[in-house]
């Protein structure tokens, strides 16, 4: 069962930018989709994009531009790049496997203030 742990988090102003890490342990991790999500408390976990195994990207529009996911195999890692941050992206940031809605990690906390 892979399980992730994500870090980077912290406090920005709004404009900046900030690098989050998804560190996975499990085998699979290589043959895996791994996206990122956020959530803010009361509301609905919302999905800010994807990488491939073979490191392919994709993302909502409300994030396109300014996010880019990357990947690491051999470091069995993740990184969420985030620039041009808005008040609006504060949240905790997520990862799992593509379609897995369980066995979440910690999540890491990212507050943009203007």
């Known amino acids: 069962q892979v399980q992730f742990v994500e870090s980077g988090g912290g406090l920005v102003q709004a404009g900046g930018s900030l690098r989050l890490s998804c560190e996975a342990s499990?085998?699979?991790?290589?043959?895996?989709?791994i996206d990122w999500y956020r959530q803010v408390p009361g509301k609905q976990r919302e999905w800010v994009g994807g990488?491939?195994?073979?490191?392919?990207?994709v993302y909502p529009d409300s994030v396109k531009g300014r996010f880019t996911i990357s990947r690491d195999n051999a470091k069995k890692s993740v990184y969420l790049n985030m620039s041009s941050l808005k008040p609006e992206d504060t949240a905790v940031y997520y990862c799992n496997i593509w379609g897995r809605f369980n066995h979440w990690g910690p999540g890491t906390q990212v507050t943009v203030h203007s």
């Open positions: 499990g085998s699979t991790f290589v043959s895996v989709r």
């Open positions: 990488v491939t195994p073979g490191g392919n990207d």
